[in-house]
């Protein structure tokens, strides 16, 4: 049978309706079971706080439950006390409904083992369900305490950029940026590090944060018949604008300043869209001293950050000692004899 005119468009659009009642489905019951958990914390918490009833009650609870409710997974004795925990840490059903129960269960159990302060877990799960973090992300966001970076960076968005995107802006970028997955020597060069990320580039993007996607190391362009070269060059989705950043491995010197300002002009003329924002600078430096760089930028009228970044510095062993020292393959294999003894034995 042939499909009749128009068919196809029907049927894409039912399959839409469908898809969308499925994830709403999943969402509504993510919400209703992630409140019925706090609502049992609550009810563990209120006959232990008010009837004295000891932590086995726990034990003998979720053997009844499991008796009762064999098709359901979550009444382990484990999560029972996970539960309790979730209920305790957040007294309020209100916010519970707001922001917690909006995440997946298994987002909240890290969150209450990763985190103490009631403000810290908020932080974090607005963070997740703005930026669409797994559980991992969430786990490496918390690991590399973005709640006391985010926001921190020195910049002049709010003279440079209008109202709704500075603030936008603002929160996008990191003070310090931590490349913890680095290991430099303390005579390491700039293209060492721009080489180091980009080698890394999956953990580097982590750590920049959700919206960058990475457009190429030392991005070429073109002016008046001369040769530049910019060290790092992203689009960043949700504010839709390109991203220079400037790799320093000393201090911030206000001349840094210029030369991010010449690259951003360059690529708003030859690179930018006409649906394109404004591209915005980040000068990354191995230190910066506050009101050197807020004298710096309110000589421009580009949109420019500043941050420090940090990683781990190695002293340079002598060339005598390190031929004396044993390979990483030389370990592996003696790591693998041992292993093979210990086997035998």
Not at 141 to 170: E, Y
Request: with cysteine.
């Amino acid at each position: 049978m042939n499909a009749p005119a128009g068919y196809g468009k029907f049927l894409a659009s039912l399959k839409g309706h469908i898809r969308s009642a499925q994830l709403n489905a999943s969402s509504t019951l993510q919400r209703e079971l992630t409140g019925l958990y706090w609502h049992i914390g609550r009810e563990i918490l209120l006959r232990q706080e008010k009837e004295g009833w000891g932590a086995r009650v726990v034990d003998r609870l979720a053997g009844d439950l499991q008796a009762e409710f064999p098709e359901m997974a979550g009444f382990s004795r484990s999560n029972l006390l996970y539960m309790r925990a979730f209920a305790e840490a957040y007294p309020d059903p209100a916010i519970v409904q707001q922001v917690a129960a909006q995440l997946p269960w298994a987002h909240n159990m890290v969150l209450l083992d990763k985190l103490k302060r009631t403000d810290d877990r908020l932080w974090y799960a607005t963070a997740a369900l703005r930026h669409g973090w797994s559980r991992s992300v969430l786990a490496l966001q918390i690991a590399a305490k973005a709640h006391k970076r985010h926001g921190k960076a020195i910049t002049n968005f709010k003279r440079t950029l209008p109202p709704d995107r500075s603030d936008l802006a603002h929160q996008t970028l990191k003070d310090p940026y931590t490349f913890d997955f680095l290991t430099l020597g303390m005579d390491a060069r700039e293209r060492e590090l721009e080489q180091g990320l980009v080698d890394h580039v999956q953990k580097f993007l982590i750590e920049l944060g959700v919206g960058f996607a990475f457009l190429g190391r030392q991005f070429h362009l073109e002016v008046e018949g001369e040769d530049y070269y910019m060290d790092l060059l992203f689009y960043h989705v949700r504010l839709r604008c390109y991203v220079v950043i400037d790799l320093k491995m000393g201090a911030f010197k206000p001349e840094y300043v210029g030369k991010m300002g010449f690259y951003l002009s360059a690529v708003d003329e030859e690179l930018r869209h006409a649906d394109d924002q404004p591209t915005i600078g980040l000068l990354l430096c191995k230190g910066a001293k506050k009101l050197t760089v807020e004298y710096a930028l309110r000589g421009t009228n580009k949109p420019i950050g500043v941050s420090a970044w940090n990683t781990k510095l190695v002293a340079e062993l002598p060339r005598k000692l390190q031929r004396l020292l044993p390979s990483t393959v030389e370990i592996e294999k003696e790591l693998e004899k041992r292993s093979v003894k210990k086997q035998r034995k």
